[in-house]
């Protein structure tokens, strides 16, 4: 009973953190797209300084799910008081909705009403055929080679860092004398971490950020596997810095995946990859298995070997730094609709807010 009720969370949590990613992607302009690395990450990394404080006090596992899952009741309160994505609506061609809902936002932003309406005209001309308001679905990531091809190096990319994260969130655990202290350590690092990502996905491009990333989680393993016994602060610290690549490039890659696709698949398509990027994340528990059973060097070289593979995977992805969001495919599939670069003006602004 008790491995029923941890998958049906699972699977919970896990769309919930999806959807959160690409409701907040669509409702902000392309310059603010760091904003989930703040709101939402934070809140992660804070939830993670809180475990081994609570771990700490609390002996009984028991309890501590309880108290862990507690906080969860009230995020149901959020559904009474967030509003729906006017891109999204726009895109499914609930135009009397969506109005209502950018006059609201205008209203907040002090917009003029004008530009509404202008948003809402443009995005009918758009839309205007049923192919172009067809629903997605999981088909439409696989329907060519193109997407077929991205969404594959996206699932990859994700498996890889979300192994990498979770086996070096393990590993630092182990170091020292206290797991509660290292534990900590290591989760605190996470939050200036954010800060980095904000600034990673304001101002750089999301290949080379992801390249960069990767190549440098590469250079760690291979430090750890240099590095002789007997200095645990030296492996925490390089534990620690694999980690707060793993945590940047996962923020990055939620939203370059929201920049690729568009929003009639935006959502279907961050729950698929990152689904099976948890392929990773239960492979990660393994590796310290297979250090036992072959050599200490063996799961850090495997490690290193897949995150070349993933730096160097990023050229096969497309760019979509400072570009408006894709809303629908075309008619043959092949290219979104929208795909210009991002523009200045008050009615770019006013349709993503």
């Known amino acids: 009973m008790y491995n029923v009720a941890r998958v049906a969370l699972a699977f919970a949590v896990s ?3 999806d959807i959160t990613y690409a409701l907040v992607m669509e409702t902000v302009s392309p310059r603010f797209r760091y904003l989930p690395t703040i709101s939402v990450g934070m809140g992660w990394s804070l939830g993670m300084l809180a475990v081994p404080g609570m771990a700490y006090i609390v002996k009984d596992w028991q309890a ?19 509003p729906e994505s006017p891109r999204w609506q726009l895109a499914n061609g609930e135009y009397d909705a969506a109005r209502k809902n950018l006059m609201r936002l205008a209203k907040c932003n002090n917009s003029p009403k004008d530009v509404v309406e202008e948003v809402i005209e443009n995005a009918q001309k758009k839309t205007g055929t049923p192919e172009d308001t067809r629903k997605g679905s999981f088909i439409d990531l696989f329907s060519t080679k193109r997407w077929a091809l991205t969404t594959s190096v996206f699932s990859f990319q994700l498996a890889v860092s979300s192994m990498v994260w979770y086996y070096l969130t393990v590993s630092t655990a182990a170091v020292g004398s206290s797991p509660f202290i290292s534990f900590s350590v290591a989760a605190a690092s996470e939050i200036p971490v954010k800060f980095i ?17 990767f190549s440098l989680i590469t250079l760690v393993m291979i430090a750890l ?17 694999g980690k707060m690549c793993t945590s940047a490039n996962g923020s990055i890659f939620r939203v370059h995946i929201s920049e690729v696709y568009p929003t009639v698949v935006r959502s ?5 990859c990152i689904t099976i990027g948890r ?9 310290d298995d297979l250090s036992q059973i072959t050599s200490p060097w063996m799961s850090k070289a495997i490690t290193s070997a897949l995150c070349l593979s993933c730096a160097l995977a990023t050229r096969l992805t497309h760019e979509t730094f400072n570009k408006m969001l894709q809303d ?7 290219e979104a609709a929208q795909s210009e670069t991002c523009r200045s003006g008050s009615t770019g602004d006013a349709a993503s807010s």
């Open 279 to 287: 392929v990773g994340t239960v492979i990660a528990p393994f590796f």
């Open 64 to 82: 501590l799910q309880l108290y862990v899952c507690v906080p969860l009741g009230v995020m149901f309160l959020v559904w009474i008081f967030l």
């Open 225 to 241: 596997i240099i590095l002789p016994t007997g200095y645990p602060w030296a492996k925490l610290a390089l534990l620690i810095v």
């Open 197 to 213: 990502n904000m600034l990673l996905i304001r101002f750089c491009p999301r290949r080379l950020a992801l390249f960069g990333t």
């Open 328 to 334: 629908n495919f075309d008619t043959n599939g092949q």
């Open 268 to 272: 279907v398509a961050l729950g698929v």
């Open 15 to 17: 769309a919930f953190g």
